[in-house]
């Protein structure tokens, strides 16, 4: 009997905790409620405990007041605490520098790239300083590749096997940390990547001994470029998706450059300082080298860990607390993600814009250093303008998408991504023509690189659109395609005779992913055919 009236109990608190009334007319409901039980309090009295004249023991009936009283009083307390802590949360709105909707979470309308302010600019310039930092770690190898040659024995085939290890694992963690990004948001997930990926390049210098060693250490570090998704996902948090084409291929671009700065950084200053500085040793001289962006990376990790918000209104864990920010499952975010045919469309896409990319800062360098007969410090500093497109490129494919979907919809988005990957093909065919003088060469890959870059701005204004249950996993799934992207390219190197059939390749690729766009249709907008 006593579970009969907890049962009523129960759906006192059931309904306290689903209404969004107040404590006072919660109160009345749930009163409402055990009153309207007249028959189960009946039947109870004629069970309860009686009294030797045969009277319902008064001292039950207190004891079970006081009881749902309880109940009642503490659905009270614990519904006044989430007001008050969803009240507290709700009085940042009032400090934001920025223009924001509240129909969207309060996220920014636009960007303010000279503030350092939280949320929003602090969030912005985080992601792009974290990505930029993984981008040097992963390719703080790259430049060094023809020293380390040296110390540990390697043909050219096995080069570009070392690469392709640096590829491969980003493309599992890709996959699987969209999912975590809709779950515990992209800053923690950002951050906690980033951390992890540093420590085997910070004890690389001591772990790699052998070829096969070689390849372990850079498949860890290879990790991080799983670091795009997380980025993707925190920037697309802070700004609505009308602006986020822009901000978050502003933010990946920045980020990207990471790969030119690995070009000029490592290969072009530090390697030639400590070569210097141990006088002459080379082979201690690149070990060492390799400890500094480690440093430089888990200092940046810890940094915006500690300062920097999940999104507008805070990190997930306080937002959901004040019941502002729904829970999601990691589990239900990749099942949604994982069947839908957009997604796997701008996957290949991607991989034809990332893809060349990836596969032009692992080998450009080698490429240009034997084509041309040039030293690995020149080789280096011009394969560098590679990456140092993305200072304005990826931006700049972000922005036009953005102004093209406020006149055409995504239809105009779609279109555009189609042209630049078209144009990316065309001119990575000019590229490789044989008769080529070095300054020629060099303009072909700056329009290339350009292209193709911005192909990848629009690609990021595309995402939030396709399906906003699972941005995360999406994120996910179509970052996954741009390093799949390089791991085939790269392996076209590996196995080809000369570097001219690669490219050859990389170009038809790129023009093929360009004829997928017409097939991208997403519910409520109108496609490029349909």
Not at 41 to 55: F, I, M
Request: glycine fraction near 10%; charged fraction near 15%.
């Amino acid at each position: 009997m006593h579970g009969l009236f907890k049962s009523t109990a129960d759906r006192a608190h059931s309904s306290v905790a689903s209404t969004n009334s107040s404590a006072e007319e919660a109160r009345k409901e749930s009163e409402t409620l055990i009153e309207s039980n007249a028959e189960l309090l009946n039947l109870d009295q004629a069970l309860s405990p009686r009294s030797e004249y045969g009277s319902v023991d008064k001292g039950y009936e207190t004891n079970l007041t006081d009881g749902i009283d309880d109940i009642i009083q503490k659905e009270d307390d614990d519904y006044n605490a989430v007001q008050a802590h969803r009240n507290t949360i709700l009085q940042k709105v009032n400090h934001f520098n920025l223009p924001v909707d509240p129909d969207k979470g309060y996220k920014a309308t636009r960007l303010s790239v000279f503030s350092f302010t939280r949320p929003h600019m602090r969030a912005f310039h985080g992601s792009w300083m974290c990505f930029c930092c993984a981008w040097l770690l992963w390719f703080s190898m790259a430049p060094l590749m023809s020293i380390i040659r040296e110390s540990i024995p390697m043909t050219k085939n096995e080069v570009w096997t070392s690469n392709l290890c640096a590829l491969v694992g980003t493309v599992i963690v890709r996959v699987i940390i969209g999912p975590l990004c809709d779950e515990y948001g992209g800053k923690d997930t950002l951050t906690a990547l980033l951390a992890a990926c540093a420590v085997p390049c910070l004890f690389a210098g001591l772990l790699i001994q052998d070829y096969a060693s070689l390849l372990v250490v850079r498949s860890l570090i290879g990790c991080v470029g799983g670091t795009l998704v997380p980025v993707q996902f925190w920037v697309a948090s802070q700004f609505t998706p009308e602006c986020t084409g822009v901000a978050v291929a502003t933010a990946a671009g920045w980020g990207a450059l990471g790969g030119g700065i690995a070009q000029v950084f490592m290969g072009s200053f530090l390697f030639p300082f400590l070569r210097r500085a141990f006088g002459g040793d080379e082979d201690l001289a690149w070990r060492v080298a390799l400890t500094v962006p480690a440093i430089i990376s888990i200092a940046t990790a810890f940094f915006f860990f500690k300062n920097a918000d999940d999104c507008p209104l805070g990190n997930y864990k306080e937002v959901r607390a004040a019941g502002l920010l729904q829970q999601k499952s990691a589990i239900d975010s990749f099942r949604q993600g994982v069947f839908n045919l957009n997604a796997w469309i701008l996957f290949i896409q991607f991989g034809a814009s990332l893809g060349v990319e990836l596969v032009c800062e692992s080998g450009l360098a080698m490429h240009l250093s034997e084509r041309f007969d040039m030293s690995t410090n020149r080789a280096a500093g011009l394969a560098s303008l590679f990456g140092f497109m993305n200072i304005w490129s990826r931006g700049c494919g972000g922005y036009i998408s953005d102004r093209l979907h406020q006149k055409f919809s995504l239809k105009g988005r779609f279109s555009f991504q189609m042209i630049l990957l078209l144009l990316e093909g065309i001119l990575l065919l000019g590229f490789i023509r044989p008769n080529n003088s070095l300054t020629t060469t060099i303009i072909w890959m700056v329009a290339f690189a350009a292209t193709g870059q911005m192909a990848m701005g629009t690609c990021f204004g595309i995402i939030p659109f396709i399906d906003p249950r699972c941005t995360g996993t999406i994120a996910g799934i179509v970052a996954a395609g741009g390093n799949l992207g390089g791991v085939f390219l790269s392996n076209t190197f590996r196995t080809s005779t000369t570097d001219t059939d690669s490219f050859h390749v990389m170009a038809y690729f790129c023009i093929a992913a360009s004829l997928l766009s017409p097939f991208l249709v997403v519910s409520g907008y109108q496609g490029m055919v349909w």
